[in-house]
T-cell receptor
């Protein structure tokens, strides 16, 4: 079974803090993704990565950065958290080969910025 | 641009059949996915269509018409545990391009 884990299920931070969200997958997937999910807006792609040390901007990268130093780990960084970054953050991974190349999601981190 | 439309909410009765529609306009097409997401949990993969027609998997079926840019998810013999959001997603091309997701349809199953 594919397993995608995220470092925290719930997180409370203060405005201006630097926040690290960690994601680890155990299926040797090449591709990893970070989304945020808000009511009425659906899933929005923040950043994704096709390989180690590689990153691509998604639809809403402003205020975020990412790091992929190892294949299994993809980190999302909020350089200076703001209240409008309060959201559910979902990490996903997918293989580069195969019929489906389905994205598998982690359990999510619900972040509250005060 | 990329656009995926699905109804925001639906309600259906336990034991009944419900059809959730999805229409898409994307820059290309290389497969359509349906995911189920229970409240507070992560989306989980339900089905995949890349050719026209119906794919059946137990109580769930998914249909695709590429010429019409249209798909539906059919849920039979509804159970209370089927209350969830259902997300339609399209892969725009054959590479590693991320999926484009619709905003989801929240299905409530009532007794």
């Amino acid at each position: 079974d594919v397993k995608v884990t995220q470092s925290s299920r719930y997180l409370v931070k203060r405005t201006g803090e630097k926040v690290f969200l960690e994601c680890v997958q155990d299926m040797d997937h090449e591709n990893m993704f970070w989304y945020r999910q808000d009511p009425g807006l659906g899933l929005r792609l923040i950043y994704f990565s096709y390989d180690v040390k590689m990153k691509e901007k998604g639809d809403i990268p402003e205020g975020y950065s990412v790091s992929r130093e190892k294949k299994e780990r993809f980190s999302l960084i909020l350089e200076s958290a703001s209240t409008n970054q309060t959201s559910m953050y979902l990490c996903a991974s997918s293989p580069s080969r195969g019929k489906f190349k389905t994205q598998y999601f982690g359990p999510g981190t619900r972040l509250l910025v005060l | 641009g990329q656009n995926i439309d699905q109804p925001t909410e639906m309600t259906a009765t336990e034991g009944a059949i419900v059809q959730i529609n999805c229409t898409y306009q994307t820059s290309g097409f290389n497969g359509l996915f349906w995911y189920q997401q229970h409240a507070g949990e992560a989306p989980t993969f339900l089905s995949y269509n890349v050719l026209d027609g119906l794919e059946e998997k137990g109580r769930f079926s998914s249909f695709l018409s590429r010429s019409k840019g249209y798909s539906y998810l059919l849920l039979k013999e509804l159970q209370m545990k089927d209350s969830a959001s259902y997300l339609c997603a399209v892969r725009p091309n054959s590479g590693n391009t991320p999926l484009v997701f619709g905003k989801g349809t929240r299905l409530s199953v009532i007794a």
